[in-house]
């Protein structure tokens, strides 16, 4: 990024620039000369999310100007709101990611926990019911009431845990009194 010599930022320096009234060929400027004529290369601040910023640009010895914090406030509420929506999603994810029962993954994405309910009020109504059942995409099972009742009992750990994490997650996170604290607290369900 350049700094032209109307204080504008752009991407390039221009290939041509008049000096007095001749339009001269930039290709085998100096950094010396570009200075002389206004033009300078320009690094931006690196900003943190959630921070507004009060800044200022300096010329340095190099010629090049450098963006400079004068101020910096962080908004930890809107930060908390961030971390609070990608803690539920960490927590949607991790729900709807699957079990394993015996060495096979079930899924339990909205979809199946559908699934599960209307099998249970099958096996409720005949606890004899056997049926080729889908666990993933790629596995199936005779599913039968023994295995569906291992299934329920998973799905419920699951579930359960995952909504402590987030409990515990968003609590971390609602108590979190600076960037640091708040970046410590883990997004992913593990």
Known sequence: MYRYPDSTFKVRLPSHVLVGDVNVDTTPFTVGQWDELGY??????AREPFTTYTCEWVKGEDKTYRENALTETFDLDAAQQNKLNKIQLGKNTARDGGFEVDGVTYDSDTTARLAY????DKLKAD??????????????????????????AAGE???????????????????????????AVSEVYA
């Open 40 to 45: 300078n290369a320009a690094i931006k601040l």
């Open 117 to 120: 309910l209307e099998l249970a």
């Open 127 to 152: 606890p004899s019911f056997t049926t080729t059942w889908k666990a993933t995409e790629y596995e199936w099972v005779v599913m039968d009431a023994a295995l569906y009742a291992q299934i329920a």
């Open 157 to 183: 750990t699951l579930i359960q845990s995952v909504y402590d994490w987030q409990t515990t997650q968003s609590g971390a996170a609602l108590a979190a009194t600076d960037r640091a604290e708040l970046a």
